[in-house]
């Protein structure tokens, strides 16, 4: 595993009611997540609703990190903007922080743009950084930014920065475009985002995997990202996650596993999961995973 990416969390961030973010619960959750399997932990991506925490926000979770201490090289720090100028700042601030990667998804407001104008505008920001652009992994998730990376963008990209672009994480959930990925850019590591493909995907030569899931149950995410070993309770539990927004839905099934409902709370314009709907999905995850431990 010392040449792979290995598993990384994909982490929750925990709020307050008030939408105040819980310092502590953030810092114990990493520390829980790297000590139960993962490599690194991912901070302000999908699953932590990066997109809603600000430039202070992300400053005082990075120093409530360091403060437990978990270091630049346990962490991805996912940078979410259209704007260039903001994107840099929180670009910076992970590279001042010395990530280990920096998760870039392309510019989410502008809609039906082409892979000229997407090659003109990751370039702008990967020269804008210089020295700091470093371990980069662009990030595809067209369910959530409605902009896809073309497998040929990707190859543009990591020829006219090699050594800076190294990986894609594959959110797609299109197992056809991940074969595709796999195949032609066995370079990068090639990180699998639809646990229901994760170990399909290492027996192609994926590295592995930045998991909401592994907020959960890290464990039983491991033999699929070391040795590429199927896993029939991971796919139904994802196809049990799906029914509902999967943000919230990640967070109930976190606040199932720890007994603690402050796991619950998102950021507007999320809206925290009807009570019903935890309980049926924290009923299918125990049935899953309880009844087999048992």
Not at 22 to 27: E, I, S
Not at 237 to 240: A, I, K, Q
Not at 253 to 258: D, G, I, N, S
């Given at each position: 595993?010392s040449?792979?990416?290995g598993l990384?969390?994909?982490?929750?961030?925990?709020?307050r009611p008030?939408?105040a973010i819980?310092?502590?619960?953030?810092?114990s959750?990493?520390?829980?997540?790297l000590?139960n399997?993962?490599t690194?932990?991912?901070v302000?991506g999908?699953?932590?609703?990066?997109?809603?925490i600000?430039?202070s926000?992300?400053?005082?979770?990075?120093?409530?990190?360091a403060?437990?201490?978990?270091?630049?090289?346990?962490?991805?720090?996912?940078?979410t903007?259209?704007?260039?100028?903001e994107?840099?700042?929180?670009?910076?601030?992970a590279a001042?922080?010395?990530a280990r990667n920096?998760?870039l998804p392309?510019?989410f407001y502008?809609?039906?743009?082409?892979?000229d104008?997407?090659?003109?505008?990751?370039?702008?920001?990967l020269?804008?950084?210089?020295?700091?652009?470093?371990?980069?992994?662009?990030?595809n998730?067209p369910?959530?930014?409605?902009?896809?990376?073309?497998?040929?963008?990707?190859?543009?990209l990591?020829?006219?920065?090699p050594?800076?672009v190294?990986?894609?994480k594959?959110?797609s959930g299109?197992?056809a475009?991940?074969?595709?990925?796999?195949?032609?850019?066995?370079?990068?590591?090639?990180l699998?985002?639809?646990e229901?493909?994760?170990a399909?995907?290492?027996r192609?030569?994926?590295?592995?995997?930045i998991?909401?899931?592994a907020?959960v149950c890290?464990?039983?995410?491991?033999p699929?990202?070391?040795?590429g070993?199927?896993?029939?309770?991971i796919?139904d539990?994802?196809?049990?996650v799906?029914?509902?927004?999967?943000?919230?839905?990640v967070?109930a099934?976190?606040?199932?596993?720890?007994g603690?409902?402050?796991?619950?709370?998102?950021?507007?314009?999320?809206m925290t999961m009807a009570?019903?709907?935890?309980a049926?999905?924290?009923?299918a995850?125990?049935?899953?995973?309880e009844?087999?431990?048992a």
């Open positions: 595993m040449d792979r990416f990384s969390a994909a982490m929750t961030t925990p709020f008030t939408g819980d310092h502590a619960l953030c810092a959750h990493a520390q829980w997540c000590a399997g993962c690194s932990i991912t302000f999908t699953t932590g609703e990066g997109a809603s600000g430039t926000g992300r400053e005082q979770i990075l120093g409530a990190l403060g437990a201490g978990v270091t630049g090289r346990d962490m991805v720090v996912c940078v903007a259209s704007s260039v100028h994107l840099l700042v929180q670009a910076r601030m001042d922080f010395s920096i998760l392309p510019p502008f809609k039906g743009v082409s892979d104008g997407l090659y003109a505008w990751f370039s702008q920001v020269e804008k950084l210089g020295s700091a652009a470093r371990g980069v992994i662009l990030y998730i369910s959530v930014t409605q902009v896809a990376l073309s497998v040929e963008l990707i190859g543009r990591k020829q006219a920065f050594g800076v190294t990986g894609v594959d959110s299109d197992w475009y991940t074969q595709k990925l796999l195949s032609a850019h066995k370079d990068l590591a090639i699998i985002g639809d229901r493909y994760l399909e995907g290492v192609l030569g994926g590295q592995g995997a998991s909401g899931l907020n890290p464990q039983a995410l491991l699929l990202v070391r040795d070993q199927d896993d029939s309770r796919n539990l994802v196809d049990e799906l029914r509902y927004p999967v943000t919230p839905a967070k099934l976190m606040a199932h596993r720890t603690n409902r402050a796991w619950l709370n998102v950021r507007a314009p999320l009570e019903g709907d935890a049926r999905l924290s009923l995850y125990d049935r899953l995973f009844a087999q431990a």
